[in-house]
């Protein structure tokens, strides 16, 4: 492999690693803003079961 090759492909690895980070961070936070208001996981998958159903 190039150096070029190798260094588009850390590239990418570093920007979904980046994006994978990102989301995660935004489920956590939205897990605490939920047990924060008082929401249990019990309540949110029949809101996800209502609003897919």
């Given at each position: 492999m190039s150096p070029m090759q190798d260094?588009?492909?850390?590239r990418e690895s570093l920007a979904l690693l980046s994006v994978?980070?990102?989301l995660l961070a935004g489920a956590a936070a939205l897990a605490v803003a939920l047990a924060l208001a008082g929401y249990t996981l019990?309540?949110?998958a029949a809101w996800f079961v209502?609003?897919?159903?």
């Open positions: 260094h588009f492909l850390r994978a980070l990102v019990a309540d949110v209502k609003v897919a159903g």
